[in-house]
């Protein structure tokens, strides 16, 4: 370590490096900032402070969709018939085909937004200390071992470690906790969190890749595969091409064996492959998706990815965000209140707590919002407040001296931590109350604030507890059940405390019931079991679902994981076997988003969520997934009665054609004195044949006919859908 900050080798962060007690590093050297030469010997050394940005080239994802098992047997038809000089066909082949790729195209770059929208969401600007002078930088210049100042309102720049001082953090969007987290001497402040309160001088520890930040965006990458649809249509494609060219070649033998020339041989031959090969089915499957699309987007579900439709439909298992998604993201009273002074209730307790407050300006923070939202304010015109002390991350607590006006009366009111305020009154029964109350409320997950008033002797009295809690939405329990009845199982996986997320699930009714027990018994567990990437290759460890599988698959939901944790678990699901889809709204969740089934972004979601999400939602809440999986379930249903459907028009072509020309001889039938008959034209061929025309049209109606089959009523399947 040098005298200008830790000079550390960047490595990859592990996630025991930080925890929910945003575990804290005594044994540093505090930053005196940096010389102007050693902050660009140590750039060149560490990088810019960004995400790493690997692009293909668009032109050659274009190319891409062009040279694939499908686009390849086109390309081969095409040019044959080009070689026998059958130009119509040739062309409608080619429209096809880029047809096909300019889909495929649109798609794909689409895909790329992810960690194009995290790297966006790296704030511009850093105040740092170079030269001996505070700057204004890049934020994307800013190194390992450079003195940052962290003031209220400005977003961190990269991973800093506290130097002095105390701060107000929000790292909702990095962990899901609801509440800002305090911050103090040797804590870890991590990019992509925000100041809220307080100001303090930071050692720079990680950027760019190597912070905490910088490894979720990394799991966002690598994670190309074929969707499910893509899957399915390609063996289809390829049992079909196979049938297909063992027949037609069968067909060519057999013309050329009786004496056909070669050129109407491979001509007919050609035209019979073309015909029997699905080459419109890709195109049908996706205006059908498109059509469903719409119908969901009345719903207030987005589609992104259009294949993401039919993995929608085959979903059996759910992993849902807490914070944000199956909760309202923001703490509220609740109705549980004890009391400690004779007389008092909820309303008067919340009377005084606003006393405690500037309650007649804007609320400074969530304590003060969530509870001025609820008192009765008006009742406090007679009141003046004469003195306030703010809210002090140290002190842990605000009081406000008042004067109710009618009476001349003046007393003071504080609001805070139980633990403070208990000091501040004298010991008795209802302190000792007080202390098992929130003992029983913390195992619970259910946060306190103790409220207390001086009496006419100047002496501190408690008056009892205000409980809250980010409560679950209004609609989060009906709609998991909903959604357990139509086959699918829902985990809760969280960054928030093991205790709050036990709490949430009791209240979801998210767990297995017990005889002879109330409610459910939630098994939520913790991240200490839960595997981790390898930090050298970025890897999950070989044979996941083997190791971890047993102990992902019991848990009812996770607490206190990480991105990396949430991609796991969702991978483990994956190699299970379950069509896995995942909800979230925060950068935390971006990689399991994507790694995801069918990734959706809810209501409100960052733009690395929404840009990760196969889906979005515009409306708050899960019920509109439950109406998106019918939905979805009904789309599955036509695109399986096409193909279906198309299958069976393949293989009555190819047979049909097959048994005519091998069986069926058009001269064999024709009159004795054909020549003499009026009108009756030329002389029938000695096989079967159809114009080439004809052929193509007849196909070509077939599966433009069947684009009705988007508007198709059916009845959605009650479980997951499985081809």
């Known amino acids: 370590m ?38 660009e010997k140590r750039l060149l050394e560490y990088g810019r ?54 889909l495929g195209y649109y798609e794909i770059v689409k895909a790329g937004d992810a960690v194009a929208a995290l790297k966006k969401s790296l704030k511009p600007v850093a105040t740092v200390k170079r030269d001996g002078k505070w700057i204004n930088i890049d934020a994307a210049t800013v190194v390992p071992g450079d003195l940052a100042l962290l003031a209220s309102g400005s977003a961190i720049p990269a991973d800093c470690i506290v130097n002095h001082g105390t701060i107000e953090v929000d790292q909702a969007a990095l962990t899901g906790e609801s509440l800002p987290v305090s911050m103090y001497r040797g804590s ?145 009273i609740q109705d549980e209140t004890p009391v400690y002074k004779q007389g008092e209730s909820q309303y008067s307790i919340l009377r005084y707590a606003a006393m405690a407050a500037k309650w007649r300006e804007p609320p ?26 703010p809210f002090d991350p140290i002190v842990k607590r605000t009081e406000g001296t008042v004067k109710e006006t009618d009476t001349n009366k003046t007393y003071k009111t504080t609001k805070g ?58 609609d989060t329990k009906e709609t998991i059940h909903r959604a357990i009845s139509y086959g699918v199982e829902v985990k809760m996986i969280t960054g928030d405390h093991l205790l709050i997320a036990m709490e949430t699930a009791r209240l979801l009714e998210l767990g297995d019931r017990v005889e002879g027990r109330d409610g459910v018994l939630p098994v939520i567990r913790g991240a200490e079991g839960l595997p981790l990437l390898d930090p050298t290759t970025k890897k999950a460890p070989p044979d996941l679902a083997t190791h971890y599988g047993d102990y992902i698959r019991s848990g009812h939901g996770f607490a206190q994981v990480f991105p990396e944790h949430k991609f796991l678990i969702v991978q483990c699901l994956r190699e299970l076997g379950f069509k896995c889809g995942m909800t979230g709204d925060g950068v935390n969740d971006a990689p ?38 019918i939905i979805a379930r009904c789309i599955f249903q036509r695109m399986k009665n096409f193909i279906t459907y198309r299958i069976a028009a393949t293989l009555q072509l190819l047979v049909f054609f097959f048994i005519a020309v091998l069986a069926l001889r058009p001269i064999n039938f024709q009159p004795d004195n054909w020549q003499t008959i009026d009108g009756f034209g030329e002389e029938w061929p000695n096989f079967f044949k159809m114009p080439v025309l004809m052929l193509m049209l007849i196909t070509l109606l077939n599966d433009g006919t ?18």
Request: hydrophobic fraction near 45%; aromatic fraction near 6%.
């Open 49 to 102: 402070n960004e995400l790493e940005d690997k692009k293909t080239p668009k032109w050659l994802i274009f190319l891409q969709q062009l040279w694939a098992p499908m686009p390849i047997m086109i390309w081969i038809a095409a040019f044959t018939e080009a070689g026998i000089q059958n130009w119509p066909d040739f062309g409608i082949l080619l429209a096809i085909q880029f047809i096909n790729a300019s």
């Open 417 to 474: 931590a139980p633990h403070v305020i208990l000091k501040l009154v004298k010991e008795s029964e209802h302190t000792h109350k007080c202390h098992h109350d929130v003992e029983e409320l913390g195992k619970r997950g259910i946060r306190s604030l103790a409220v207390a008033k001086t009496n006419d002797s100047n002496e501190w009295e408690l008056l009892g507890l205000l409980t809250f809690l980010d409560p679950p939405r209004f």
């Open 706 to 723: 069947l684009i009705s089959i988007g508007y198709d009523n059916v009845t959605p399947s009650k479980y997951p859908n499985v081809w």
């Open 364 to 389: 400074r923070d969530a304590l003060d919002t969530m509870t001025l939202s609820i008192a009765d304010l008006d009742s406090l015109n007679n009141v003046e407040q004469l003195d306030f002390m």
């Open 592 to 629: 399991a988003l994507k790694r995801a089934d069918v990734g959706i972004a809810v209501a409100g979601a960052t733009d690395a969520a929404r840009a990760a999400s196969d889906i979005v939602l515009t409306e708050e809440g899960l019920s509109t997934i439950v109406e998106g999986i």
């Open 2 to 39: 040098s005298s200008d900050g830790i000079s550390l080798k960047q490595t990859d962060i592990d996630d025991d490096d930080i925890d929910q007690d945003h575990n804290r590093t005594e044994n540093f050297v505090p930053s005196k900032g940096l010389t102007t030469a050693e902050a």
């Open 188 to 332: 870890k402040a991590l990019m992509g969190s925000n100041v809220v309160r307080g100001e303090v001088e930071a050692t720079v520890e990680f950027t760019g890749s190597s912070t905490f930040f910088g490894k979720t965006a990394s799991l966002l990458q690598g994670n190309d595969e074929l969707g499910n649809l893509q899957k399915v249509l390609l063996n289809i494609m390829i049992v079909l091409v196979i049938l297909s060219f063992t027949l037609s070649l069968t067909v060519f033998g057999v013309l050329l064996a009786d004496g056909e020339t070669f050129s109407d041989s491979l001509s007919f031959t050609v035209v019979l492959i073309v015909a029997s090969i699905p080459i419109a089915i890709e195109i049908v499957c996706t205006t059908t998706l498109a059509l469903g699309s719409k119908e969901l987007s009345k719903h207030g579900a987005i589609v992104t990815r259009l294949a993401a439709i039919e993995d929608l439909a085959g979903m059996n298992m759910l992993c849902s965000d807490k914070t944000g998604t199956l909760t309202m993201n923001k703490m509220v």
